[in-house]
């Protein structure tokens, strides 16, 4: 609670928040059943770090998303940098995250952001309609496809920190 953040300060509260909101992510990455997200309104900062953990994304038309931190002195430590860097490529993504712009459903669709725009009415139904299109393929095949790109997901995330170290590696 509140209370608890002030006596512990503004650094310990934010490496709680970015430790807990990693593992928090993390657990969804080795969920064996895909996590669809539907994002209907405003994923700024940690919504749209919690959006992009997620295997498949349908936006309503109306929906913004945006990594706004360095507006208030920030920066998205969750891993929206790391995450958002990996689905729209460096350019896109070092563009929203210096500038803290929102981006629209239709362009967020365009950078790869999402996977789907539907009218706000309807996307929830839509995304239901996804789940039982996934649901209705081999479960065997389904678990072992997501497996792959999780261990893919693990080894980029490998390489990227050998790449960050120091000489003392």
């Known amino acids: ?22 593992t928090a992510f993390d657990a969804w990455a080795r969920l064996r059943q895909p996590v669809i997200a539907v994002l209907d309104g405003h994923a700024l900062g940690g919504g749209l770090e919690t959006a992009l953990s997620c295997d498949v994304l349908i936006a309503a038309d ?4 945006a990594l706004p931190e360095v507006k208030v002195g920030f920066f998205a430590a969750a891993g929206g940098v790391q995450k958002l860097s990996r689905h729209i490529g460096r350019k896109a993504a ?10 629209g459903a239709a362009e967020a669709k365009e950078l790869g952001i999402v996977n789907e ?3 706000a009415a309807e996307c929830f139904d839509r995304a239901m309609d996804k789940a039982r299109e996934i649901a209705g393929n081999s479960p065997s095949s389904v678990k072992a496809s997501m497996r792959v790109l999780a261990q893919l997901d693990e080894l980029e995330q ?6 960050l170290s120091g000489p003392e590696l």
């Not at 512990?8 to 709680?16: I, K, N």
């Not at 490998?158 to 790449?163: F, I």
């Open 1 to 22: 609670d509140s209370a608890a953040w002030a006596q512990e300060g503004a650094a310990a509260v934010g490496r709680h928040w970015v430790r807990d909101g990693h």
């Open 62 to 65: 109306t929906a913004t998303v």
């Open 94 to 103: 070092m563009e929203m995250i210096l500038s803290g712009r929102k981006v």
């Open 117 to 119: 725009v539907v009218p």
């Open 158 to 163: 490998t390489l990227d920190g050998l790449l």
